[in-house]
């Protein structure tokens, strides 16, 4: 359930806020919390290739949303494809005439991909389908949103990548995950250096209580002891409103 309205003062402003892989699991969780901080007049962006989930999703945040005076739309597109990203960007390019003064993306989708030694990987088409995913159309998308919302005085852009610290640190068998996130992270990092007007973070959420936690303790045996998605979603929260990181920089969630 969406937290209550807060009251220290702190906002995200008047946003256009994009979520990828949104219904479900940390980015669920994320709807809920930024709803809390955005200022009336507000736009947020869902993102998912389920429609079902996502109309979920909305229905759950409607009455905050009439509260608050937000629009909440959902957007049924797999990032995977041009065509679902070139969606994403159309939808976003219809509310590029408000009048908002922060954009926030949070590069959110992504898919954990195949556990298996590194010499099973052989099949071009298969490692080619999950990094179009992961890195690709986070590359394409966060390009064509920069697009839509160019650099204009009064405007504060930014871009969250959801990382892990597997993007700093190598997992055997874990060839897939571990390229995708370390790839992220530069990728993201050239962002920050490129474009000094938008502020970048590289966030990694910590073992959350996901579909994604359960298919890791069936493929390896290993139980990381999962967390709540909400308690690290109110951590990413926190370290966007305080907004005192250094452009670029990787954060874990136990360092928050």
């Not at 955005?38 to 996502?54: D, I, M, N, Q, Y």
Request: glycine share 6%; proline share 4%; with cysteine.
């Amino acid at each position: 359930m969406t937290d209550v309205i807060p009251t220290d003062g702190r906002t995200l402003g008047r946003c256009i806020c994009i979520i990828t892989g949104a219904s479900k699991g940390f980015g669920r969780a994320l709807a809920h919390q930024v709803c809390c901080w955005l200022k009336p007049g507000s736009v947020l962006l869902l993102v998912a290739r389920s429609e079902t989930l996502l109309q979920e999703l909305k229905e759950e945040l409607k009455g905050f949303a009439v509260e608050q005076q937000l629009l909440v739309n959902c957007i049924v597109a797999d990032l995977s494809t041009q065509k679902g990203v070139n969606e994403a960007v159309r939808v976003a390019r219809l509310e590029s005439e408000k009048e908002n003064d922060h954009v926030l993306l949070i590069n959110n989708a992504a898919s954990l991909g195949d556990i298996s030694q590194f010499s099973s990987f052989t099949d071009l088409d298969v490692v080619n389908s999950y990094m179009s995913l992961n890195i690709s159309s986070a590359l394409v998308l966060t390009a064509g949103m920069l697009q839509v919302f160019p650099r204009r005085p009064g405007l504060r852009w930014t871009v969250v990548n959801l990382s892990s610290v597997f993007a700093t640190e190598a997992l055997p068998s874990w060839v897939l995950y571990c390229t995708a996130k370390a790839a992220r992270k530069m990728m993201f990092s050239v962002l920050a250096v490129g474009e000094p007007n938008v502020r970048v973070l590289s966030y990694s959420p910590g073992p959350l209580d996901t579909g994604m936690q359960k298919d890791i303790l069936r493929m390896t045996g290993v139980d990381n002891h999962p967390f709540p998605c909400k308690d690290s979603a109110v951590k990413l929260m926190k370290l966007l409103l305080d907004d005192d990181f250094a452009s670029g920089t990787h954060i874990d969630f136990f360092s928050v």
